[in-house]
């Protein structure tokens, strides 16, 4: 009997299936962020809450790959095909009845004014960037104006590769953490 990794159609097979689904959390981490979730709801506004991710346009695919390989996010069915949008990368799923948006937001001045799309009612910005510019300038003035919690991705991890699934993991729960605190 040969080894299934020897089997060149099998080898291509497992290639293109991609890695495995990664769980955020164990349960009882699942718990406290539930926890954490239900505080962030903002009044007013339709469940469930939203956490948007600021960060460079080319950067985008690489979040969105490794956010959809968690095993906890409903994946969304239709994105949008103008890159300036901001993009729903899936709602994470707590619970059945306790969820999370969570959204792409493109960082470039040149989009800011399709930000007031998502930032109001968003419950905080991570941002996955430390460039220091008119953009960033920008969104820290909104944010403010909507009351909305911004959050550095590197003081939570670090160093922080998007394009690492467990990296991402690992941020999605400090993010909703750091997010329902006071």
């Not at 291509?12 to 979730?37: K, N, Q, S």
């Amino acid at each position: 009997m040969s080894d299934h990794l020897d089997d060149p159609d099998m080898a291509l097979a497992i290639e293109l299936a991609g890695p495995e689904p990664l769980t955020l959390a164990t349960v009882v981490e699942l718990a406290v962020l539930h926890a954490c979730v239900a505080r962030l709801a903002r009044p007013g506004f339709a469940a469930p809450p939203r956490i948007l991710f600021a960060l460079a346009e080319a950067e985008i695919p690489a979040l969105a790959g490794s956010v959809r390989l968690l095993e906890e996010v409903q994946v969304t069915l239709a994105a949008p095909r103008l890159t300036a949008l901001p993009k729903s990368l899936g709602t994470l799923w707590l619970s059945e009845e306790v969820g999370i948006d969570l959204i792409a937001l493109p960082l470039s001045e040149a989009y800011a004014p399709l930000w007031s799309l998502v930032l109001p009612g968003a419950s905080a910005v991570v941002l996955l960037t430390r460039e220091d510019g008119i953009a960033m300038a920008l969104l820290k003035a909104r944010g403010g104006a909507h009351r909305i919690k911004l959050i550095d991705a590197q003081a939570l991890v670090s160093p922080l590769d998007i394009a690492s699934q467990a990296d991402v993991a690992v941020l999605l729960a400090a993010a909703i953490r750091a997010a329902a605190e006071p």
